[in-house]
């Protein structure tokens, strides 16, 4: 007669029995309740801290994506010597063709658009109010292609009017107390050139668009202004400051620095998003496995209640144990029925655990909105964060590691207080019975 095969369904029915015992029978289920909840809140802690995590740097790229450019081609200054002295002066680097140069980058494979532009600083100053500002000289076409800034859902006024005024950020709207259809003073320092040097532009324009881009600092900062009068106001007829490149995957924009280089020829060069952000999200990813770590310990500690729950509950199962093995038990099965015990224990408390951490994923600017509202808004600043709310992403391979390191745990402190169990002497179990 042949042995019944391992984890029969017997086997689960005595570790489901004991693990439903009250106290009075010898059971644990306070021990059980314990350990139950503690790695469902471990796994909850850890589901929701991933996904807002990994919300938080997906809509920190996003806002940077939607609003700049994937990379940006520019020209090296060049260093100038004066006809009759010695003196050398550095003279910006500008792309005199730049229609010419952007067709020649936009034949690069994976490029899907290019766009020359003008930059320049400028004071915006209404109403007594003034604020430092950064001036993109672009077309209506190119404002129109950025998703973030031409977002009907947090814009204010008809982008195509852009040609007659200039379109501004939400925060410098508000700081300046500007609405569509308001005069805003641009004041530069490098205006009309004059027989006494160079001085400062002073020009007035209609606000006839104000975006939110989603990011604080942008918002706060950024004016756009058609390409040809951007020209004339900064002096730079007929020429453009930089190339901006956007192509098929902005993840892996290093690819297409050496091409975009030979493209451009000489004296060119490549600066991409992730040249100027590359470090916070490097930190970004640094802490993610910091978090992960740390929670981790958390799920292992709760786990580790099963431990205790599982030595408590040999020791007043003796004598059960002693009659399953003199009944023709194995060691096996005993082993097999408490590793059984704890790992009811450890996928409830897993399964629980995730429920809860979609949950709370999936509600985290309600309770975000409701935190600020207790605190005055002071649990989320925009000024320090960079974006305005707190977003939550569920990825599926967050999901499954927080699972599998759960239920790994939890296997693995198990076989230990099952290993005694299953060793423990029938004779020595039933001598006192």
């Known amino acids: 007669m042949s042995s019944p095969a391992p984890f029969s369904r017997y086997e689960f029915m005595i570790a489901w029995r004991y693990l ?39 809509e920190f790229v996003d806002t940077i994506l939607g609003a700049n450019a994937h990379s940006t081609v520019y020209m090296m200054p ?16 500008r792309f005199q063709d730049y229609d010419a140069m952007a067709a020649r980058l ?8 290019t766009a020359a532009i003008i930059r ?25 292609a950025m998703p973030r800034i031409v977002d009907p859902a947090t814009s204010t006024g008809n982008v195509e009017d852009f040609g007659r005024g200039i379109a501004i950020g939400s925060g410098i709207a508000r700081e300046l107390a500007v609405e569509i259809g308001d005069k805003l003073r641009l004041i530069a320092p490098e205006g009309a050139r004059t027989p006494f040097g160079t001085t400062p532009r002073v020009n007035t324009y209609e606000v006839t668009y104000i975006f939110s881009a989603g990011r604080y600092d942008i918002d706060r900062t950024r004016i756009y202004m058609p390409l040809a009068e951007a020209q004339s106001y900064f002096n730079r007829e007929g020429v453009a400051d930089e190339v901006e490149i956007y192509v098929t995957d902005p993840e892996q924009i290093d690819d297409w620095t050496l091409p975009l ?52 509950l040999v020791k007043n199962k003796g004598r059960d144990i002693g009659i399953l093995r003199t009944m023709g038990l194995t060691e096996g099965a005993v082993l097999r029925v408490f590793f059984l015990c704890g790992a009811f ?25 409701g ?7 002071g649990a989320w600043q925009p000024e320090v964060r960079g974006i305005y709310r707190l977003p939550a992403e569920l990825r599926a391979w967050d ?35």
């Open 20 to 58: 439903r015992a009250r106290r009075a029978e010898g059971g644990v289920s306070v021990m059980t309740w314990i350990s139950l909840i503690g790695i469902a809140l471990g796994v909850m802690a850890l589901i929701a801290t991933l996904a807002v995590r990994a919300g938080f740097r997906a």
């Open 78 to 93: 060049q260093r100038v010597e004066t006809e009759f002295t010695d003196d050398v002066y550095v003279v910006p680097g």
């Open 106 to 113: 936009a034949e690069v494979p994976g490029v899907t658009r």
């Open 120 to 144: 320049g600083q400028v004071m915006a100053t209404a109403n007594d109010s003034s604020n430092v500002a950064e001036v993109y000289g672009v077309s209506l076409a190119d404002l129109k």
């Open 261 to 312: 280089l030979r493209a451009a020829g000489e004296g060119a060069q490549v600066w991409n998003w992730r040249d100027s952000s590359g470090s916070f999200l490097a930190a970004l990813d640094m802490e993610d496995d910091v978090m992960f770590v740390i929670l981790s310990v958390l799920v292992l500690i709760a786990s580790m209640n099963i431990t205790s729950g599982l030595i408590m």
């Open 345 to 369: 224990t450890g996928v409830i408390g897993t399964l629980a655990g995730v429920i809860l951490g979609v949950l709370l994923a999936l509600n985290v600017d309600s309770i975000m909105a």
């Open 371 to 377: 935190l600020n509202a207790l605190t005055g808004g």
């Open 399 to 433: 999901i499954f590691r927080a699972v599998a390191l759960s239920l790994a745990l939890s296997f693995i402190v198990t076989i230990f207080p099952a290993r005694r169990a299953a060793r423990m002497n029938p004779v020595e179990a039933l001598r006192y019975e």
